[in-house]
């Protein structure tokens, strides 16, 4: 069943949910089209985990990755809208990645490098200022 983010609070709200999923060896992969939020909510994950609401994250479109040290280990965000498909990823060392925590903004680039225990968050628009959300946990069924 779908969620809703009507505020930045909600969005906030469901990042220090998805925070608390994050460990070393797991990754997040957020979906949904240009401007549905996922570097917003990318941004509420990491702030939670670096326990830091001022931390700044900027969206990694031009870098690629990001990379953030927390107490719970090192968080890795990538932003892959700028690659064709995942042949990129080799530059950019997503295998030894893979032992971190992942933040994956457009994971459709991942193609079969997609990580298999991942979590799907998907962002869909639904009015200027809300979204839809819904996610898939690694077994398949709803991220509780």
Do not use: C, N
């Not at 931390?55 to 932003?79: E, I």
């Not at 080799?90 to 933040?103: K, R, S, Y």
């Not at 903004?105 to 979590?119: H, I, K, S, T, Y």
């Amino acid at each position: 069943m779908p969620r809703s983010l009507d505020t930045l609070a909600a969005t906030a709200a469901l990042g220090a949910e998805l925070a608390a999923w994050l460990a070393p060896g797991r990754a997040l992969l957020l979906a949904g089209p240009l401007g549905a939020g996922k570097t917003a909510l990318a941004r509420a994950i990491l702030r939670t985990l670096s326990d830091d609401p001022a931390l700044d994250v900027p969206s990694p479109s031009y870098t690629l990755v990001q990379s953030y040290d927390t107490a719970r280990g090192p968080v890795h965000h990538l932003d892959l809208w700028r690659l064709d498909g995942p042949g990129g990823l080799v530059e950019l060392g997503f295998e030894e990645l893979l032992a971190d925590m992942l933040i994956i903004e457009w994971p459709d680039r991942l193609g079969p490098l997609a990580p298999a225990q991942a979590l799907t968050v998907t962002l869909t628009p639904t009015g200027p200022e809300s979204r839809a959300v819904q996610i898939i946990a690694p077994s398949g069924t709803p991220f509780a």
